[in-house]
């Protein structure tokens, strides 16, 4: 390993004490992660909070085998040390990174392919606001979803962090975009960050507004967190040979489901999950980000939306308000 300075032997983290409420996260000390070959050592100056966070904190969502039990999927920060066979970043590089947990801490440990750099004139908290949900978007939409200039998405959760990349997402590669959110203030949001059409859920049926929307057609792509009795209610929004991309099941399993939209349709119900997923597969992805939507970052024409931040020691209050679903954008923790 080498390094620029001399690194402390320990570091500030939060733990989850045991499985619970967000007060079971606790401050505490360890020992500096030790690099394996290829991996560098980040001094985190941001890190993301997230909703796979707030699941491991319940005791729902375990880490990989060999990931770190401190929760954190997402940073940004300065290398301070590189491993052997390190051969793009040296110590002094402003980086953003996907890891598989450990960003709830002064330092974080990640392998070079996985780390991105800090795009031009981005501060770090808004560099490490974009890991975890570009990543996700990139994959689900685009790689699995296959969303195409001139199509139509249904983005439900709009102004949450997913929602909000996928819709800046979306729009940057000309699709049409239609939202479901939970408030008038949600959806004045929505339509701000660039949707066409935002439904309120507690009011309206996205089922009927997304066919209209579409002059009956329903949408081409449908990105979906929340499962439950959302499944049969998207096969109905969804236009011949349509994608429904799962990357969350909040409101829980689906009771009863007929599956004869599906085959009427030609429908294709996919998902994914990224945390598990190897050091190979997220640096193809983020080698497709850096070529295709990096450029629009360093051009001005993207950015992630910035709810609140909140100092680390803070982890806790910053999951009480995710579960409260009152933000529009990312949460984040700043060191």
């Known amino acids: 390993m080498s390094s620029n300075a001399q690194l402390p032997e320990n570091m500030k983290v939060i733990e989850i004490s045991q499985p619970g409420e967000p007060e079971v996260l606790v401050s505490a000390e360890r020992p500096l992660p030790v690099l394996a070959q290829g991996e560098i050592l980040v001094k985190v100056a941001a890190a993301g909070v997230n909703r796979p966070d707030v699941m491991q904190r319940r005791g729902q969502y375990a880490p990989p085998p060999g990931a770190s039990d401190i929760p954190g999927l997402e940073i940004a920060g300065t290398v301070v040390a590189v491993g052997v066979g390190v051969q793009r970043y040296a110590p002094g590089d402003a980086v953003c990174a996907l890891i598989a947990g450990g960003g709830y801490a002064e330092y974080c440990k990640v392998h070079e392919s996985n780390a991105l750099p800090v795009p031009?004139?981005?501060?770090?908290?808004?560099?490490?606001?974009?890991?975890?949900?570009?990543?996700?978007?990139?994959?689900?939409?685009?790689q699995r979803g296959h969303l195409r200039a001139g199509e139509t998405v249904l983005i439900h959760g709009g102004t949450s962090g997913i929602g909000t990349v996928a819709t800046?997402?979306?729009?940057?590669?000309?699709?049409?975009?239609?939202?479901?959110?939970?408030?008038?203030?949600?959806?004045?949001?929505?339509?701000?960050?660039?949707?066409?059409?935002?439904?309120?859920?507690?009011?309206e049926d996205f089922v009927e507004l997304t066919k209209t929307a579409t002059n009956g057609k329903g949408a081409d792509?449908?990105?979906?967190?929340?499962?439950?009795?959302?499944?049969?209610?998207?096969?109905?929004?969804?236009?011949?040979?349509?994608?429904?991309?799962?990357?969350g099941t909040q409101n829980g399993v689906v009771k009863e489901l007929n599956l004869m939209p599906l085959l009427l349709k030609r429908l294709t119900h996919t998902g994914s999950t990224l945390r598990a997923r190897s050091v190979e597969d997220k640096a193809q992805i983020a080698a497709e980000l850096e070529l295709k939507v990096w450029p629009l970052l360093e051009r001005g024409e993207l950015k992630p939306q910035i709810f609140q931040t909140f100092p680390l020691e803070q982890a806790a209050q910053a999951h009480a308000l995710m579960e409260s679903s009152a933000h529009i954008g990312k949460i984040m923790l700043t060191l």
């Open 168 to 203: 800046l997402l979306a729009k940057a590669f000309c699709a049409y975009v239609i939202t479901t959110v939970g408030s008038e203030e949600k959806r004045e949001a929505s339509l701000a960050l660039g949707a066409d059409v935002a439904i309120n859920y507690r009011t």
């Open 221 to 247: 792509v449908i990105v979906d967190l929340i499962a439950g009795d959302y499944v049969e209610k998207n096969y109905r929004a969804a236009a011949m040979d349509g994608r429904i991309v799962q990357i």
């Open 120 to 142: 031009q004139g981005f501060s770090m908290i808004e560099a490490a606001a974009m890991p975890e949900t570009f990543f996700t978007v990139w994959v689900n939409v685009f």
